[in-house]
């Protein structure tokens, strides 16, 4: 295994390696876990942590993983189950969203009144804006 | 339980099945399916003059997906 570069190495910054992301995520999933919807609590909780996430998204103050390759034609088997939800969840919002035909929220809404499906749920939320950020 | 409901529940899972079965494809070796990652790589670089259109729809999107799940 090839040691890291030089330029890598001072890149990136200490407080930004998974050893000590992973735990601020955990606290951070942990606490708004506990937020119901609807309360101003949950909604200034998900405001600031969106703008922090964007804001160092788009200052650039983060180095940003390497483009690996060109995407090529077998990129558009995305668009299968892309497509597929999206027209399932058109179809049920047009059907105003009941029970006999149900909107991604409305299913998953029952599901995230659990503490500990929702701090589960927050934690891989902040993982994938993660992701995003350093894109 | 509904008929109506019962496929719009299977096909909801048909659909993340599909996701979950095409980030592994994409991972195999020589795989021509880039990982989702990469797409949204892709997404993300995309700009309009200086303004980054690419990250502001796709933070402000994932921004809004959180607000519409924890808070709305």
Do not use: C, K
């Not at chain 1, 892309?82 to 299913?107: F, G, K, R």
């Not at chain 2, 933070?59 to 924890?70: D, E, P």
Request: proline share 7%; no cysteine; charged share 15%.
């Amino acid at each position: 295994m090839e040691p890291p570069s030089q330029i890598t190495a001072n890149a990136v910054a200490p407080w930004s390696r998974p050893v000590f992301l992973v735990p601020v995520f955990g606290l951070v999933s942990v606490v708004g876990g506990l937020f119901p919807s609807f309360s101003l609590e949950a909604n200034l909780y998900v405001l600031a942590i969106g703008g922090v996430m964007t804001w160092l998204g788009l200052s650039g103050r983060l180095p940003r993983r390497p483009e690996s390759r060109r995407l090529g034609a077998g990129a558009a088997w995305w668009l299968v189950p892309a497509l597929l939800l999206a027209l399932v969840e058109l179809v049920s919002a047009i059907y105003d969203s009941t029970p006999a035909h149900p909107t991604i929220s409305l299913l998953l809404d029952p599901i995230l009144d659990l503490y500990l499906a929702r701090a589960i749920a927050y934690f891989l939320w902040l993982g994938a804006f993660w992701s995003l950020v350093r894109r | 339980m509904s008929v109506s409901r019962l496929v719009t529940i299977g096909l909801f899972l048909t659909g993340a099945a599909l996701l979950g079965a095409l980030e592994l494809a994409s991972r195999r070796e020589g795989s021509r399916i880039p990982p989702l990652g990469e797409l949204a790589g892709l997404v993300l670089r995309y700009r309009s003059g200086r303004l980054p259109v690419g990250r502001i729809a796709m933070y402000g999107f994932w921004w809004w997906l959180g607000w519409h799940f924890f808070a709305r």
